[in-house]
């Protein structure tokens, strides 16, 4: 398994591509306009100043090999969506995270989170090779939780009190999970039928 290089991923509904600094001007409006997208997040973007912080840390973290940003592009209504990334990648353990996944308001249930996943699961199982994918969201995050379970990701548990929230206060964060057998088995398909 190799830190990817240059991944720009899509289908007909949605493309991703790696973040860069100038996509400031294109989620910015996210960042001030609906600051709860943050409210169960460890770092939140809201107003500009947290969103400009947002990207230059993701970016930094992709220079370090640690994480992998996209920023979402919704070719239905020709317009950003919002962002997602690998994050805590593991090239020894052949394991990655997936997550940091924030939409605006109107493209959540809209069923454009299913394609994004569904073009960042199968390039993680097939084509880069990892053997299991985690997920992890605040416990109280029901509609996070709720669309992480509808792509076949299976609960392992809760961590207590494992991370601060951005706005005070201390996390618990349930974990999720995809296996590759998993991945070829039933949540590849699966996932597909939803999709059409």
Known sequence: MLFPGNIVLEDERVML?????DDLSSLLAFAEQEPELWTYSAVS???EEGMRNYIDEAIQARDLKKEYPFIVFDKQTR????SSRFYDINLFYVTTQLGYTW???????????RHCKLLMLTYAFEQWG???VEFRADHRNERSINAMKNIGCTVEGL????????????????VLSILKDEWYDFVKPNLQKKIR
């Open 159 to 174: 961590l207590r009190s494992n991370m601060p929230l951005a706005g005070g206060g201390r996390r618990t964060s349930i």
């Open 45 to 47: 973007a809201a107003g």
């Open 79 to 82: 317009s950003y969506a919002g």
């Open 130 to 132: 990892v053997e299991r």
């Open 103 to 113: 939409y605006g308001k109107k493209f959540q249930r809209s069923g454009l989170n």
């Open 17 to 21: 591509r790696p973040l860069q600094k």
